[in-house]
């Protein structure tokens, strides 16, 4: 699986767009951008993925660039409840397991 | 609509016993899938049972073993407890008819202390 770079921790204004980066230079064609987040004290949560192109659902968008070695995932309208630690994850087809990094830790303020 | 569900919340052992611990998947999903997270680290993967059988491992001892019940259910079970094995273990579920194991659904975890 290829490896993600996450910058370790960002902050954000109440109400404005998070806009969380994520570099993975060596994915390989049938590898899919896959977000997870982990709220304090809880398990990981789903948000969303992607393979090339832009993604939307009821939590986020996910942007990959053409070249696919970098994503952003975007919060639109940032709440304190999306305070969290948010992991980008490169996923093989055919894997059966998530490979976490260190994720970045995403700080919501009032 | 149940989620994942995982029992005991918290657990404190003795270095040297034996633990063992409970997960009942997402209903409709058929795949259950370990991990161990150390404080501040994200989630490391130890294995993944389908249809009964450990179909991967990660980079965990033998210490570490499994088991995957008819009703889809699994237990971890942990022998010979470290110091190093206090940790938060999740289980995740999924459906493999669904398209494969990368939208996994977490359960709150196990809060594992031994001492």
């Known amino acids: 699986d290829a490896k993600t770079t996450q910058p370790p921790s960002m902050d954000c204004a109440e109400g404005r767009a998070a806009n969380l980066p994520c570099n993975h230079s060596t994915i390989s064609g049938n590898e899919y951008v896959y977000w997870y987040r982990q709220i304090h004290s809880q398990g990981p949560q789903y948000i969303i993925h992607?393979?090339?192109n832009n993604e939307t659902n009821e939590m986020a968008s996910l942007i990959i660039t053409e070249d696919r070695k970098s994503s952003t995932l975007i919060l639109p309208h940032a709440t304190l409840r999306d305070t969290a630690v948010y992991y980008c994850i490169v996923i093989n087809q055919g894997a059966q397991k998530l490979v976490f990094g260190q994720g970045t830790r995403l700080t919501i303020n009032p | 609509d149940a989620g994942v569900t995982q029992s005991p919340t918290h657990l404190i052992k003795t270095r040297g016993q034996q633990v063992t611990l409970r997960c009942s998947p997402k209903s409709g999903h058929d795949t259950v899938s370990w991990y161990q997270q150390a404080l501040g680290q994200g989630p490391q993967f130890i294995f993944q049972?389908?249809?009964?059988?450990?179909?991967q491992r990660g980079n965990f001892p033998d210490r570490f073993s499994g088991h995957q019940f008819p009703n889809y259910s699994s237990e971890l079970n942990v022998n010979a407890l470290l110091l190093g094995d206090s940790a938060l273990y999740l289980c995740?579920?999924?459906?493999?008819?669904?398209?494969?194991?990368?939208?996994?659904?977490f359960g709150p975890g196990t809060r594992l202390t031994v001492t």
């Open positions: 049972y389908y249809e009964e059988e450990e179909r």
């Open positions: 992607g393979l090339k």
């Open positions: 995740a579920s999924s459906d493999q008819a669904a398209g494969g194991s990368y939208e996994q659904y």
